[in-house]
């Protein structure tokens, strides 16, 4: 199919007025299911739960993206260049597990502090992109939660650091949600 070419911002607005909810639904099922292990596994099965739940929220994310209609592998719909830009911010959280791991060797309990901030900062590109406040306040409040409680709930972090996160996506899928309403 041949689309005719749009500017960048056509683009940006064609972007912006998509429903993204499908990647926090994602986040919030991988981190739902890393808590869930914190409270039931041994912390050697809840460190592995960490990293292939929150590995795969990618691809969770494009397997939910068809039942909300978003469906990120239809290649049927014009090339946008925030898509691109929005993967880029993906590999960009992919390769925060660089500081991650070597942090975790050291240090077991730093990993839902590693990976629940490093992870959480492609909220603010995303922000920009679509010209609204809502990626600021994920990526800001995400990142003083897990601050706090890290610190004040050390022997729990592998359990109240991945249900803090998920208490920040369902605030941020409502906000999504709602968006378009308050606009």
């Not at 960490?50 to 990618?58: D, E, N, R, S, Y």
């Not at 369902?170 to 709602?178: A, G, M, P, S, V």
Request: charged share 15%; aromatic share 16%; net charge positive.
């Amino acid at each position: 199919m041949n689309h005719p070419k749009r500017t960048l911002e056509e683009q940006r607005i064609e972007f912006a007025n998509r429903k993204f909810l499908a990647t926090p639904l994602a986040g919030l099922i991988a981190w739902l299911i890393v808590g869930i292990a914190g409270l039931t596994l041994p912390i050697q099965a809840t460190v592995w739960v960490l990293f292939i739940a929150t590995g795969c929220i990618v691809y969770l994310g494009m397997f939910i993206s068809k039942f909300t209609g978003e469906n990120f592998l239809d290649k049927t719909k014009p090339k946008n260049e925030f898509d691109k830009l929005f993967f880029f911010t993906v590999g960009q959280a992919i390769l925060v597990y660089s500081i991650a791991i070597p942090f975790f060797i050291i240090d077991y309990s730093s990993l839902p502090l590693t990976v629940g901030i490093l992870t959480g900062l492609m909220w603010l590109p995303f922000s920009w992109i679509i010209n609204h406040w809502v990626g600021i306040f994920h990526a800001l409040t995400r990142t003083v939660l897990v601050l706090v409680l890290w610190y004040l709930l050390p022997e729990y972090r592998f359990v109240v650091i991945p249900f803090g996160i998920v208490l920040i996506y369902i605030i941020t899928l409502l906000i999504l949600k709602n968006r378009k309403k308050t606009e």
